[in-house]
């Protein structure tokens, strides 16, 4: 069973930076999977953020408003991923899940109807 563990969220400054962390449990040997980070804003509607496959290459960022300040990447072992999220804005306050997709041989672009899986979410609050 697929179990997803984030971690990282906080309250910070406008400005400031974080480093969310994902820890993906329960996939066999060497299969593929995608990796991904959403976020919900309060009333607003889940909205994706970044995937990256396991073997680590980085898919797309989804939302424009994010470009350049967050990156997403795998960590060592290949079932953890990151987001780090710098220059921080008021819009980005949001609980932020980690998502994890069906396991697959070979290769894929990963996208945001992929994800099966999700963690239980870390907030991030980012005040003026």
């Known amino acids: 069973q697929v179990q997803l563990v984030e971690s990282g969220g906080d309250s910070v400054q406008a400005g400031g930076s974080l480093r969310l962390s994902c820890l993906a449990t329960?996939?066999?040997?060497?299969?593929?999977?995608?990796l991904g980070w959403f976020r919900q804003a309060p009333g607003k509607e889940r909205e994706w953020v970044a995937a990256i496959d396991s073997r680590g290459r980085v898919t797309i960022t989804y939302t424009d408003s994010v470009k350049g300040r967050f990156t997403i990447s795998q960590g060592f072992p290949r079932n953890k991923v990151y987001l780090q999220m710098n220059s921080l804005e008021l819009e980005d306050t949001a609980m932020y899940y980690c998502a994890a997709s069906q396991p697959y041989w070979g290769s894929k672009t990963c996208g945001p109807a992929d994800f099966t899986y999700w963690g239980q979410g870390t907030q991030v609050t980012v005040s003026s």
């Open positions: 329960g996939y066999a040997g060497n299969i593929n999977y995608c």
